[in-house]
């Protein structure tokens, strides 16, 4: 693949394709009208209005010379000459009969139950109690805080309420082995086995072989993991591929976006191509930040990502962990999460108990502790 260059992908670009097989897969190429520089390649399926839509919005995210609708039109062109596609007829505007449907899709939003209620009814405002389908949510916070944990906690949890469901977990930082060590510590608080700490994990005790068994017969295979380097085009495809409904981005800082000129303007292209997989895949998009030691609870959204703006556009739920410095004789700490924003519910602050041995949260005002959690406030081995 040629490289792209920053000056190519900031210039008007013409687009030219070359076909892919006999079906409507075409390889476009945006070349620079004045440079020649390649701003930016893909494949796409031409024969496809769907597809074309999706690479419109892509290409306006990554050299932006051309309007979308530009875009589209360019695209049904090529798809004539390449598939002998009629052309479509102009669409007609919308009417209010247009946004009742609308209003009704949206009334109808699936939900996917993590099992942890108080996130669960948090992000669902009006809904039933779950994450709604097409959803951006963002967690932030400072290193330890339990980004990662909270992300592990509700994805295993949907899978293991849900046999038919899939998710995609985009890997950073985290090793494979340590993303195994959390599931097993996690997995053995969510399937009420005997607790397995992640050091248990670490040594592969006989209760972590149970748990992993377990694990591995519930919901293992359904787990897809995108290794580094992470990619918006990587994890869509991880997502259109298995047909998964939950996507974990771990970290936003490590998540690239081909043709950006600089970090600001990744930043904002990542989250518009990740708001706009979310929707057209039909997934829940969780997406976890870290952020510098300056930021506390006044802190504007923008100054928590990358200082830009656009997670204030795409996410529809952004919550920023603030944890206790110190934990109980338990080994407990508080962690408030923060409603920075939410879009479609009530904008109040989660309160969690977070067993950092385990990897688990518990909700931290509720009256009496869920069954399946029953053994986590008594003392424990955590060696």
């Not at 040629?2 to 945006?30: D, K, Y």
Request: overall charge negative; aromatic content about 4%.
């Amino acid at each position: 693949m040629a490289r792209r260059t920053p000056s190519a992908a900031r210039e008007a670009c013409a687009i030219e394709w070359q076909p892919v097989g006999n079906g409507g897969r075409a390889t476009l190429i945006a070349t620079g009208t004045d440079t020649g520089a390649i701003a930016d390649i893909d494949t796409v399926d031409l024969s496809r209005a769907d597809d074309r839509a999706a690479y419109a919005r892509r290409a306006f995210d990554r050299f932006g010379t051309m309007s979308i609708e530009q875009l589209e039109r360019e695209l049904l062109r090529i798809a004539v000459e390449r598939c002998a596609l009629a052309p479509e007829p102009p669409a007609a505007p919308p009417t209010l009969t247009d946004a009742l449907g609308e209003w009704r899709a949206h009334e109808a939003v699936p939900t996917i139950c993590t099992g942890l209620q108080p996130l669960d009814q948090l992000a669902a405002g009006e809904l039933p109690g779950g994450l709604p389908i097409g959803q951006l949510v963002m967690l932030l916070g400072r290193p330890g805080t339990g980004k990662s944990a909270l992300a592990l906690q509700a994805t295993l949890g949907a899978l293991l309420g849900d046999p038919e469901l899939r998710a995609v977990w985009g890997r950073g930082e985290m090793s494979g082995e340590a993303l195994a060590r959390r599931s097993i510590a996690v997995g053995s608080a969510l399937l009420g086995m005997s607790p397995v700490p992640m050091r248990a994990a670490g040594r592969r005790s006989r209760e972590a072989q149970a748990v992993a068994k377990e694990l591995q017969r519930q919901a293992a295979d359904r787990l897809v993991l995108v290794p580094p380097a992470l990619t918006v085009d990587r994890i869509d495809g991880a997502v259109a591929a298995s047909g998964a409904r939950i996507a974990v981005i771990d970290y936003l800082q490590l998540c690239r976006h081909h043709g950006a000129v600089d970090s600001r303007h990744e930043a904002e292209a990542v989250l518009s191509g990740l708001r706009t997989m979310s929707l057209e895949r039909g997934c829940v998009t969780i997406l976890i930040s870290s952020v510098s030691k300056a930021v506390d609870s006044s802190s504007r959204i923008g100054s928590l990502t990358r200082n830009t703006g656009q997670a204030d556009f795409d996410a529809d739920l952004v919550l920023l962990g603030d944890a206790d410095e110190q934990a109980d004789e338990h080994g407990l700490r508080t962690v408030r999460w923060r409603c920075a924003k939410h879009r479609h519910g009530e904008a109040r602050d989660l309160r969690l108990l977070f067993d950092g041995a385990l990897q688990v949260f518990t909700d931290a005002d509720a009256a009496a502790p869920d069954p399946a959690f029953a053994d986590f406030s008594l003392p424990r081995e955590r060696r």
